[in-house]
């Protein structure tokens, strides 16, 4: 079974302590890895779009990798803004446009 | 330009009883797609919409759900009769032309049954 993995589970973080976030999947003919940010109550917000081993995204502090098996996203001195729950989807080729979701980090800046 | 929006923000319903939600995409976007998230798990596919018709209604759990999209502009989603194992946060997210086009997400219609 198609399989997304995000580690770790939760992260806490002082202000300004850069760590990356890692998104793990087990599945075959990847059309896309999509990561989202989610603030409570709200809808997952767009953040990139990866398609290719060895492709980076960059948007403020936030940088987004892509390897064969997994996606990293980087957190650059970090800010208490940026906490939020942090979403990894992949989308397969064969499964049409619907999106397979991992189940989030938890990212928590403290000033 | 709006975003993705969805009514109710809000539903506590009975075990039996008939809940319907709305989505409202994108303007111009033709594809629809409906997500929920139960509680402590993962967000899961439901259904997708080009316009008007279904093209992927794979994820949809069973019978007492029911997806429509009238004129291929808003979506609605009713559950019929409701059960427990129905609460969580439903989602619907639009998205533009075909492959490779990110989905834009609303902000949820959290679904409680009692």
């Known amino acids: 079974e198609d399989q997304v993995t995000q580690s770790p589970e939760a992260l806490r973080l002082q202000e300004g302590e850069s760590s990356s976030l890692n998104c793990s999947y087990t599945v075959s003919g990847l059309r896309g890895l999509f990561w989202y940010r989610q603030d409570p109550g709200k809808g997952p917000e767009f953040l990139f779009t990866l398609y290719s081993a060895g492709e980076e995204k960059e948007k403020e502090r936030l940088k987004a990798t892509l390897t064969k098996k997994e996606s990293f996203l980087h957190i650059t001195a970090p800010k208490p803004e940026d906490s939020a729950t942090y979403l990894c989807a992949v989308r397969l080729g064969a499964a049409g446009n619907k999106l397979t979701f991992g189940g989030g980090t938890r990212v928590l800046v403290k000033p | 330009e709006a975003g993705v929006t969805q009514f109710p923000s809000h539903s506590v319903i009975e075990k039996g009883q008939t809940v319907t939600l709305r989505c409202d995409p994108i303007s111009g976007h033709d594809n629809l797609y409906w997500y929920r998230r139960v509680m402590g798990k993962e967000i899961k596919f439901l259904l997708h919409?080009?316009?008007?018709?279904?093209?992927?209604e794979s994820g949809m759990p069973n019978n007492r759900f029911l997806a429509e999209r009238t004129g291929g502009t808003y979506s609605t989603l009713k559950v019929q009769p409701a059960e427990l194992e129905d609460s969580g946060v439903y989602f619907c997210?639009?998205?533009?032309?075909?492959?490779?086009?990110?989905?834009?997400f609303g902000p949820g219609t959290r679904l409680t049954v009692t």
């Open positions: 997210a639009s998205s533009q032309g075909t492959a490779g086009s990110e989905q834009y």
């Open positions: 919409f080009v316009k008007e018709s279904k093209q992927d």
